[in-house]
């Protein structure tokens, strides 16, 4: 990635307060919009968590993605492919019918992002895992699992972790 690519969207996350802002756009009752996919945007750059070094040798600023507090591929990819392993259960059914038979699999993934998130924050404190903890049990629980239309806010939310994932993927997210 560019250094000036990095620098700018350094600039954007600023004051990022992605919790604060994910209770603000998610909305799963409507196809994703151009202010969610741009939160996903600084979102996935704000998990891979790049910090500004100095090398002494050259005297030059460059960019590095922090190993202690960056999300890892495989941490989202875990997630990413329990909710895979959902829609395909599904086979793009669109029935609350079908809904009802993988309900309690998506909602199991709250507790197993709890735990990921307090088994890494406890060696990591400053771990960016627990933020996406957050923001992914704020979009879960927009599913609204109960309610008539939860199979189309489960597409939605695919569709959300989706673009998340590929942003981090595309901002160099560590393995």
Not at 87 to 92: D, S
Request: charged fraction near 35%; charge should be positive.
């Amino acid at each position: 990635m560019e250094v000036k690519e990095i620098e700018e969207m350094d600039s954007q996350i600023k004051g990022f307060k992605p919790i604060e802002e994910a209770k603000k756009l998610i909305d799963l009752s409507c196809p994703l919009n151009e202010e969610l996919l741009e939160f996903s945007k600084k979102f996935g750059f704000f998990l891979c968590c790049y910090e500004r070094k100095f090398n002494e040798k050259d005297k030059t600023y460059y960019w590095e993605i922090s190993k202690k507090n960056a999300l890892t591929n495989s941490q989202i990819r875990n997630f990413f492919g329990e909710i895979k392993r959902i829609q395909m259960t599904l086979f793009n059914s669109e029935s609350d019918e079908d809904w009802k038979n993988v309900k309690h699999s998506f909602l199991l993934i709250k507790p197993k992002l709890a735990y990921a998130v307090g088994r890494v924050t406890q060696k990591e404190n400053k771990s960016r895992i627990a933020e996406f903890g957050k923001v992914l049990s704020l979009a879960i629980e927009k599913v609204d699992s109960d309610n008539s239309g939860a199979t189309k806010r489960f597409y939605r939310f695919v569709d959300f972790f989706e673009s998340i994932l590929a942003y981090h993927k595309a901002y160099g997210g560590k393995d």
